[in-house]
């Protein structure tokens, strides 16, 4: 018995080595704009003016390095705010910045994300307040493990998580040559129409009001100034979330905004009409993320000063 614990240590000690070496190694290496965001507010924590928080819509309009100011940014291809408020309550706790720019896009207010995508974006990996009941497994690293070989870190993200590159197949506007009438019948606009229009649900919008609200009071108690952005999208996917009449939003800026300690900046007629500054419908492309994001400080600027 004891020669056979013997051999079979032998043979468990080198593996588990291994792994664990392997598990350090990958999120040493994690390319993802997650880690890197993470990364930057870390190493910022202590001298932050700004936090940034949204989805897709915030994360390709907003670009950190066009803001005065040290910013941090915390948007996420495909969040939600229960994603945020969940970051959110992780990073007040090691900063203290002087405001936060929160997503307000009309659609925002009918996303919510489940466990399994919360996983999928490695977030319960370096976010404490992510509850460990969202993983099913603690480790990055997972079969087959020839993925991991060679470990590479992408190239593609700035200091601060932004993609300026996007992949060519995101570039739907380019592929049909930023055409109303080819755009209008393209298979990914009723994809994604049918996938708002499925996604509306009276009980999620409610409980995104509620986060809303308590990213607000907490906010409000830390004397931290919030600013509701709707980033700008095109004039086929207002109007068709216009024919919508997600109403919600406006209520509730209605209710919040006093213009002094809550703003609501909506952008989302400005560059309607322009289809070479976006990549697809609701999405700016990195020229439209750049001079959105001037538009944005210079509004900032006066709202802060």
């Not at 990364?39 to 001298?47: G, I, R, T």
């Not at 705010?81 to 925002?108: M, Q, W």
């Not at 998580?161 to 995101?170: D, F, L, S």
Request: one cysteine or more; aromatic letters at 14%; charged letters at 20%.
């Amino acid at each position: 018995m004891k020669l056979f614990l013997s051999k079979l240590l032998i043979v468990i000690i080198p593996v588990g080595i291994l792994l664990v070496t392997m598990e350090v190694l990958n999120r040493r290496n994690d390319g993802s704009s997650i880690y890197i965001q993470n990364e930057y507010f870390l190493e910022n924590s202590s001298k932050l003016d700004g936090l940034v928080f949204g989805s897709s819509y915030m994360w390709c309009g907003i670009q950190p390095q066009y803001l005065d100011g040290n910013v941090a940014s915390f948007a996420l291809e495909g969040s939600a705010l229960n994603i945020d408020y969940s970051i959110f309550t992780y990073a007040k706790e090691v900063s203290r910045p002087k405001f936060v720019l929160l997503d307000a896009s009309k659609t925002y207010l009918i996303n919510y994300r489940t466990p399994n995508f919360i996983k999928s974006v490695r977030l319960p990996y370096y976010f404490p307040t992510i509850k460990a009941s969202e993983l099913t497994g603690y480790f990055l690293t997972e079969i087959p493990l020839n993925q991991y070989f060679p470990l590479e870190t992408s190239p593609n993200y700035d200091q601060w998580g932004y993609q300026p590159e996007i992949p060519e197949e995101w570039n739907v506007f380019k592929k049909l040559d930023y055409q109303d009438s080819l755009i209008l019948n393209h298979p990914r606009m009723e994809a994604l129409y049918t996938f708002v229009k499925g996604n509306i649900r009276a009980d999620k919008t409610k409980e995104n009001l509620d986060l809303y609200r308590r990213i607000l009071k907490e906010c409000l108690d830390k004397n931290i100034r919030i600013i509701f952005v709707s980033t700008p999208k095109y004039h086929l996917f207002n109007r068709y979330v216009d024919g919508l009449h997600l109403d919600e939003r406006e209520a509730f800026m209605e209710e919040v905004v006093d213009n002094e300690h809550v703003f609501f900046l909506n952008y989302d007629t400005l560059y309607e009409k322009n289809s070479q500054l976006f990549f697809d419908v609701n999405h700016l492309n990195n020229e439209g993320s750049i001079q959105f994001t001037k538009v944005l400080n210079s509004d900032l600027t006066s709202i802060l000063n």
